[in-house]
Structures are given as C-alpha cells and as structure tokens.
C-alpha cells in the first residue's frame, strides 16, 4: 500500500489553532460551549482544543468523550461485536451548546450516531461539528461547521490520521492508496 503525508505535526496544530478560533468566533466566546470528542482520536483532538481555547481565552471548557460504537447503524453486520470505546459526559448537556469532535469524517454514519447516543443524556441547544479532516463520500446529509483541511479522496483510499497520544511517534495524515 502506498502512503502520502498530506499534513504534519505543525499543519495538524495549526488547523486546531484556526478551528479554536473559529469556534469562539461563531458563539460568541466560551458561554455554554461542552467539546465532545468521538473516540479514539476525535476525543484527543477535543482535548487539544480545550487546551488551544483555554490558551485564547482564559477559559477551560468542560471537554468529554461520546462513544457512538452502540448506536451505529451496521452493529448487525458486523462480524465481531464491537465494545464500547469511552463515554464521558462531564456536565449535564440540556441547554448547552456541544462541539463534537472527530478526526476524519466520511460517510456521516458516525456522526448520526453519535448524535443519536447524545439525545440519551439531554437535549442540547445546539450540536456542531468540528473535524481535522473531510474526505467527503457522504452517505447522510451531514456536514462539519469546522474542517481543518479538506481532503478529496477516491472512495477506495484511506485516511489515516496519527496522534501521539493514541499512536506514538508523529503526528499525521496519511492518505494510503491500495497499489
């Protein structure tokens, strides 16, 4: 399989400094805003965005994880049951405003699920999404309010992304091409 690096450590970083900015910008600051990162690596990414905001700002929001493994749409299809990832609500999600967090998004079917395990712990105000990357091939009418960098690919390419927390060594995104 053939790999192209199509973002680094420093690409990676300034793309969370851009979508931390633009989240502030579109609500008005930090009031009522909850980051729920969707494991694995959405829900690191979401934590380096607290930590990009709470350097903006002054302010550190209250950041989680919302495993959507239980509510997603090909559970029966699979041929090993999957197990649940982290689920981590750190305040109660009525009213608030919930950035949640990938790393690529695809086909969209994560995002409704992880939309549709939300509904479980309260009625937010508003759910946004913020991605590192959008490789398009959309399945469901579902698109990010914030996108690091948008990536056409072809639909039999991969999109791999590498965080040192989950994966050691680099940071990157890697686009792996079958030969």
């Not at 420093?10 to 609500?27: P, S, T, V, Y």
């Amino acid at each position: 399989m053939k790999t192209k690096t199509v973002m680094d450590e420093k690409g990676i970083e300034r793309a969370l400094a851009r979508i931390a900015h633009e989240i502030l910008e579109r609500n008005k600051g930090t009031d009522k805003l909850v980051l729920l990162g969707i494991p694995t690596r959405g829900y690191h990414l979401a934590l380096r965005l607290q930590k990009k905001i709470e350097e903006i700002e002054g302010v550190s929001l209250p950041a989680g994880a919302v495993d959507a493994t239980l509510y997603r749409d090909d559970l029966g299809i699979k041929k090993t049951q999957p197990s649940l990832k982290k689920m981590e609500i750190p305040i109660s999600i009525d009213g608030m405003k919930i950035v949640m967090v990938d790393d690529v998004l695809f086909t969209g079917r994560t995002i409704r699920a992880a939309m549709n395990a939300l509904t479980d712990f309260g009625r937010p105000l508003a759910i946004q999404l913020a991605v590192l990357v959008d490789r398009g091939h959309r399945e469901l009418p579902i698109k990010a309010d914030y996108i690091g960098k948008s990536i056409p690919t072809a639909i039999r390419e991969g999109v791999k992304v590498h965080l040192k927390e989950v994966d050691g060594g680099a940071c990157e995104v890697i686009i792996e091409q079958p030969e």
